[in-house]
């Protein structure tokens, strides 16, 4: 019986994955379809000519996201080695590129590219600690992003028209998203093997396995306190850092516009890569959000009295330079197979 039992779990847990992918590459066809469809509503001739116009400018914009990349690593750097084992700060650098590759090509709201970081520190950071850093800089890069959010609806409430449907969702998502938050954090200092315990201690199968995983819940709970509250300013000076890097990618959207001629300010950037970043947290499901962006930008400068077509090139131009830095996260995982174990550093020997 017992066996009868295990053969139909794996039977459902296969039909689920069969499932799960056609469930992506139905989605992914979808997002796909609707970016040919804008391209040639709009004029692909004009697209094109969008992007031979860009031309040199491909490489400003690359530097422009590098430092997008450098803030994000600096907080996950400065958050880990508050209270953990050492490493490099090109070392967080090199695998937050390689996080986000992972993003871009897996529908998983940016969890695939956290398991990956997880996966990826071991050499230099034990597991049990560097779960806790990659939990900590996940929780204070969603505040950043929610208060840049917030920032954009107030930008679009004071200064540009929005259709009521999209701010109506937007007033929705942005709660959800703080309550969301809140929780995560209530889970983080309560502990989640004693929160899980409280909401699936019910069920036999769950209780049993979560009460095998309970040292290692115990010292990842441990591991999040000490984050938190030993690291002391470390995680405001993070949720700055995670800021800024939004900011920096208003810059790009900025830059972007303006070579196009385009005159749009930096507030005006601002409204659109917020209601853009709205968009793709809502729709995380689509892979690699196409389609989802590609329609939003198209959307945002219609609502500011720009051409559709200015919006599409907009969004093509991100698209070509995240194939750029796709290759370039792919490169490094590549490296990272021939990459020595040196095993975890003592705190202080890297800085």
Known sequence: MSKIRNGEAIGALQADGTRGR??????????????????????????????????????????????????????????????????????????????????????????????????????????????????VDKTVESIAGTLFMACGILITILFFPMPRQLMTAALICLPVLLAAIALLIFFQFRGFYRSAMSVFGWIPALRRLLLKKEDLLRILDENLRRLYLQGGAMVPLAVGLHFLARLVGVLEVLIVLRVMHQPVGFLGSWFISAAVTMANTVLFI????WGVQEGMYVLVLKTMYFSGSAGLSLAVIRRIRRVFLLGFGLWLLHLEKGVPDHGPVAPGAAG
Do not use: C
């Open 286 to 289: 689509v892979p690699g959000h």
């Open 22 to 135: 056609l469930l992506r590459g139905l989605l992914t066809g979808a997002g796909v379809g609707v970016f040919l469809f804008l391209i040639f509503r709009m004029g692909w001739r004009t697209i094109l000519d969008n992007i031979a116009h860009f031309g040199g400018w491909f490489a400003v914009i690359l530097l422009v996201q590098m430092g997008w990349v450098a803030l994000q690593a600096a907080s996950w750097y400065i958050v880990q080695n508050s209270v953990s084992q050492r490493a490099p700060f090109l070392f967080f650098v090199r695998i937050k590129i390689i996080s986000d590759t992972m993003n871009t090509v897996l529908p998983t709201a940016n969890l695939g590219g956290d398991a990956m970081r997880a996966y990826l520190i071991k050499p230099r950071i034990p597991l049990k600690e560097g779960v806790a850093g990659i939990l």
